[in-house]
């Protein structure tokens, strides 16, 4: 069996972009759901067996200590690294530490939350023989704000380049890009070539630096759960999206409801507020789904947005709409994702930067997906119910069980008649139905 890595908490910066929630805590200490941010990630390692930390300290490092001590009250042992006034960067803070790390060990930001396997990413690092893996993920869209990375086949990386300008992104534009999750896995080796007492960053300074000469750095893939709340805006939108959620490293369950036909009468082009009516039973079914455990997400199509039919405030006013009709009756839903876009061109008023090919509009599983990417989701226990059989397909596709509601007319689209052939795992005549089913199988 491979050794557990020791895990080195960068916990030292300033975190004035979080200010002023962190004017008298540092980051790594921010409550989240009662609890200190770090002190969730660290529960997370214990119970797979990480069970050796580091902290590299300064501002406010007094706080993190007297939290948490040498560990032993929460199950594991905590050394610390006091930086100097001047903080030396990431890099700089582990080379404090070199004379106590002797093997593999694994660098992770305070302000970090994920659910990353991290058995399954030492093993990548040892399989590759790898001196520094990097967990990324693939660049979604052109982000001049963070890095790119370019990798061959083998995912050893090529070029990354801290805080890219618009030129080199040029550069790169026919290749697949990544950007960096801030989270490693470092051979002991490396940290000697990491310079004394000047500021050096990982990114920006040492990674580049062992490209270039040469050492092995290699490129982790993965879907698993990350999210960095280093900016208020961040935290905020984390803590509204997991309020309740005690736990918030393990994976929620959820149901995920088209809406025409679903939750409201389908009516064609539906765009305005009083031409709204919930379906008989539809709030008694979502409110089981909340008793019940699960997250409610609406993932709906809205081409009428991109045909220019109505605006997304429009159908902002519906949404408002739909929860007070559900509130009354004391259900809720915890998010809606729509898809605004539609592919073919031709409509008199239409949007033109919205009329696309997207990756979000039903039947691909793109709203599926990113719900669950920000919603932390388990794939396997959550479920979608639909009336048509492209909400059936972006199920199957995002790798949920689903259901098809007879009740819908199918829209009788060419599309639909094209999907006739996609089964759903159950079929039932409302939504009422499908929840009672649901309940009983749980
Ligand atoms: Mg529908």
């Known amino acids: 069996m491979i050794k557990k890595p020791k895990v080195v908490i960068i916990a030292g910066g300033l975190a004035t972009r979080m200010s002023p929630i962190t004017d008298n805590i540092p980051k790594c200490l921010i409550d989240v759901n009662g609890a200190p941010l770090i002190q969730h990630q660290i529960e997370f390692f214990r119970e797979r067996g990480y ?21 032993s009250q929460f199950g594991v042992s905590i050394e610390y690294s006091l930086e100097p006034n001047e903080l030396l960067g990431s890099a700089g803070a582990v080379k ?32 590759k023989n790898s001196q520094f893996t990097i967990f990324l993920k693939k660049r979604s869209e052109k982000n ?5 990375i370019t990798m061959n086949d083998e995912n050893k990386i090529i070029s990354f380049i801290e805080k890219p300008s618009v030129e080199e ?65 961040k935290y905020e939108t984390f803590l509204a999206r997991f309020k309740c959620r005690k736990n918030v490293l393990e994976r929620a369950k959820a149901i995920f409801l088209d809406r025409d036909g679903v939750i409201n009468e389908g009516i064609k082009n539906l765009s305005k507020p009083e031409q709204f009516r919930l379906i008989p039973r539809v709030a008694e079914a979502i ?7 699960y ?40 998010a809606i994702y729509l898809c605004p876009h539609h592919p073919e061109k031709g409509f008199e008023g239409e949007i033109a930067h919205i009329k696309i090919n997207c990756e979000c509009r039903k039947p691909k599983p793109g709203l599926i997906l990113n719900a669950v990417k920000d919603y932390n989701l388990d794939l396997f226990k959550s479920w979608m119910i ?9 199920g199957k596709e995002a790798g949920v069980m689903t259901i098809l509601l007879t009740s819908g007319d199918g829209s009788g689209s060419k599309q639909e008649k094209e999907l006739q052939n996609v089964s759903p795992n159950y079929k039932f005549k409302s939504l009422i139905e499908a929840a009672e089913f649901i309940m009983l199988k749980r």
């Not at 990413?121 to 040892?126: A, Q, T, V």
């Not at 009428?304 to 997304?312: L, N, P, Q, R, V």
């Not at 639909?386 to 972006?394: H, K, L």
């Open 144 to 148: 001049h704000s963070s890095s790119l």
């Open 287 to 293: 409110r089981k789904f909340n008793d019940g455990g």
């Open 96 to 127: 404090l530490i070199e004379n106590i790390i002797d093997s593999t060990f694994i660098v992770f930001y305070g302000d970090n939350l994920t659910n990353l396997n991290f058995d399954k990413f030492l093993k990548f690092h040892k399989e």
């Open 51 to 71: 069970k050796e930390f580091v902290f590299c300290v300064a501002h406010l490092a007094n706080k993190v200590k007297e939290y948490f001590g040498d560990g």
């Open 295 to 334: 997250l409610v997400i609406v993932v709906t199509n809205q081409p009428i947005i991109a045909k220019g039919f109505c605006t997304g405030e429009d159908i902002e006013k519906i949404h408002h709409k739909m929860k007070k009709s559900l509130a009354e009756k004391g259900a809720h839903v915890d």
């Open 386 to 394: 639909g009336d048509s059989f492209s909400d059936v397909q972006a």
């Open 169 to 233: 992104f040029d550069k790169h534009k026919h290749e697949i890009q990544y950007i960096n999750n801030g989270i490693y896995l470092i051979e002991p080796e490396l940290i000697r070539e990491i310079p004394e007492n000047i500021k050096y960053d990982f990114g920006k300074d040492a990674i580049p630096t062992l490209l270039q000469k040469d050492h092995k750095i290699y490129g982790y893939l993965s879907d698993d759960f990350y999210v960095e709340l280093g900016r208020v805006e």
